[in-house]
């Protein structure tokens, strides 16, 4: 501590006891997310009808509501409400069915055995 805080201490000690010291709350700025936003995008995450990176939910709440938030913030609204970041799973495109691989493989066995 500097001789500035440590005198500021001491003031606030000798004008309320201890009472003067103890922590306060600073609230700060109330979020442009509103609950009622925050309960759509979960809602909008958890039907899985797409997958949602922070700047596709600052671009959906935008458009939506009109409100501006920046990508962090909109991880930090999440995070408070309970929501975590989670890794995609990587979906091959193009994989061939089970069925298909089975017979193709059941063919390949007759044709190296020959006629």
Not at 66 to 92: C, E, F, K, N, P
Request: charged share 20%; hydrophobic share 40%; net charge positive.
């Amino acid at each position: 501590m500097n001789a500035d805080s440590v005198r500021k201490i001491i003031s606030l000690y000798r004008q309320g006891g201890l009472d003067a010291l103890q922590e306060r709350v600073h609230p700060g700025r109330t979020s442009v997310l509103t609950p009622e936003i925050i309960a759509d995008v979960w809602q909008q995450i958890t039907a899985g009808q797409q997958v949602w990176t922070s700047r596709s939910l600052v671009t959906y709440v935008f458009e939506r509501y009109g409100v501006t938030v920046g990508r962090t913030a909109m991880r930090t609204q999440l995070h408070h409400a309970g929501m975590s970041w989670q890794r995609t799973r990587l979906v091959v495109a193009g994989q061939a069915d089970p069925d298909g691989k089975a017979a193709f493989k059941a063919d390949l066995e007759a044709i190296k055995k020959g006629p």
